[in-house]
């Protein structure tokens, strides 16, 4: 069974940075690297939302409209492990980030940006 664990998250003012790490076990380095992963976020209003994917290898990312440019999604996959580089961070992205791994989920690490 997949397990995801998230850690990173935190209280930063606006305009700074923050860097989420999610490590992966319970699956091979090999079905890590092969498959695709993705960053979520959810407020108290809304449903876990797409923030970033990683495709497989990552070879290519996708993310959000709202956090283009400033978000960074990677991976290492010899320490199955993804990461989420938040850069310019306002209020808006104060959220739990997850990590999705096909239908496993982490616990969450909470974001808070203060004005």
């Known amino acids: 069974q997949v397990q995801l664990v998230e850690s990173g998250g935190g209280l930063v003012q606006a305009g700074g940075s923050l860097r989420l790490s999610c490590v992966a076990s319970?699956?091979?380095?090999?079905?890590?690297?092969?498959?695709?992963m993705s960053w979520y976020g959810r407020t108290p209003e809304n449903e876990r939302e797409l923030v970033a994917t990683?495709?497989?290898?990552?070879?290519?990312?996708i993310y959000a409209d709202a956090v283009k440019e400033r978000f960074i999604i990677s991976r290492d996959n010899s320490k199955k492990t993804l990461y989420l580089q938040m850069n310019s961070l306002n209020p808006d992205d104060t959220a739990v980030y997850y990590c999705?791994?096909?239908?496993?989920w982490g616990q969450g690490t909470q974001v808070t940006v203060s004005s």
């Open positions: 990683s495709g497989s290898f990552g070879a290519s990312a």
């Open positions: 319970g699956l091979p380095v090999f079905a890590f690297a092969a498959n695709s």
């Open positions: 999705g791994f096909g239908e496993s």
